[in-house]
């Protein structure tokens, strides 16, 4: 798995939740992960960055609309 599908992944298993710089370190993502959420901007998802309270790293999230946070929408079955 690449760094930009960990960062992808973290955020997407906590979709429009905020998620801290250093889960995504954590998780694996590497201090560079926010080349990787550049990446993914670029790729056009749209995330979010605020500045953790009292703390120099920044949270994250991913903004999926009629997702609420930390539900993922499961893909539709052909009957």
Known sequence: MTK???????L???AN???SGLMLVEAGAGWRYSARIHELRQAGHVIERRRSL???VWDYRLVI???APGQIPLPLVAA
């Not at 930009?4 to 992944?9: D, K, P």
């Open 65 to 67: 609309e009629d997702v």
């Open 17 to 19: 939740e905020w998620v």
């Open 4 to 10: 930009r599908e960990i960062v992808y992944t973290v």
């Open 54 to 56: 009292g703390s120099a």
């Open 12 to 14: 997407r298993e906590r």
